[in-house]
């Protein structure tokens, strides 16, 4: 259900495409554990320097598939749970830019998968949302830690507790998405705004993204020193050595990086 891709127009810029048709790529064990190894192989691979997840044209992830989970009892939602959280996690870790490409539906766990991409492309017709409250529950895979910070604590609480789709405007306007597209434009949209990180210095990218995750989740001091080590850091790799070198030579903008 879950494949990767190189998108053919695009050399380095990698397709984790999501195709669960028949159930609008809800979210099985299945697919959980295929998007965990789908994260796993573009991390690994030097040639993968930009990511778009995307699901097809009719939905992006439609929700967690609730048939699989409503019978689990409390000790099986516990490990159930924990693949789904980690299966995530690993993609918000993905040490290159991502964009998530949101067409359709986008709701419960593929809201929250969306909110591991670094950047949201959606459709105009696009709706996203946590509406786990309706089934009883709230969200599980992120939901209620990553949408607050991406939006603000107020506008997560009203999304969480009131389970209401959010039209893809509404979205932009409230930080959900970055951008909103024609429907039929959000792959290329997508696939646009990563593109342009390909060339640049993937081990500088990849310690700038670390960075700035890593100093959400704690107080300034700590951050500033994630920050400093790995700006520090840097200063190992051929990248610092070609970029410095080109400015004092050339002037600005002018590097050529091979992302080491």
Known sequence: FVRVEADPENPGVAVIRIDRPKALNALNGTVTREIAEAAATVSADPSVRAVVLYGGERAFVAGADIKEMADLTHAEMLEYSRALQNAL?????????????ISGYALGGGCELALCADFRVAGAKARLGQPEIQLGVIPGAGGTQRLPRLIGPARAKDLVFSGRHVRAEEAREIGLVDRVVPDEEVYTAAVALVAKYVDGPAVALA???????RGLE????????????HFSGLFSTEDQK??????????PGKATFVGR
């Open 89 to 101: 996690t690993a993609v918000a870790r993905i040490p290159k830019p991502v964009v998530a490409a």
């Open 242 to 251: 070609a970029g410095m070198r080109s400015f004092v030579e050339e002037g």
């Open 218 to 229: 704690t107080d300034l001091d700590t951050g500033l020193e994630i920050e400093r080590l």
């Open 207 to 213: 310690a700038a993204k670390e960075t700035i995750d």
